[in-house]
């Protein structure tokens, strides 16, 4: 049974209320499936329009990578 638990949400720079929502998601695609990081943005601060699942095998390369798009445009 998937279960999700919100670990944060952070405000979205440039909106008035949008935010977003890090969750931990078990079994997200059924029994035995891996556990993801779950990245939504609520613009309206309450319901996810979209989102993303990262296999926690993945988080640090994502990490990473988000890293490096950021040194870019600084």
Do not use: C, F, R
């Amino acid at each position: 049974m998937s279960t999700t638990t919100e670990l944060a949400s952070i405000a979205l720079h440039g909106t008035k209320k949008g935010v977003i929502k890090v969750s931990d998601i078990t079994e997200p695609y059924g029994a035995g499936t891996n556990d993801v990081v779950s990245i939504g943005i609520a613009l309206n601060g309450k319901d996810v329009e979209w989102k993303s699942h990262i296999p926690y095998d993945n988080v640090d390369a994502v990490v990473q990578a988000l890293q490096e798009a950021k040194a870019k445009k600084q």
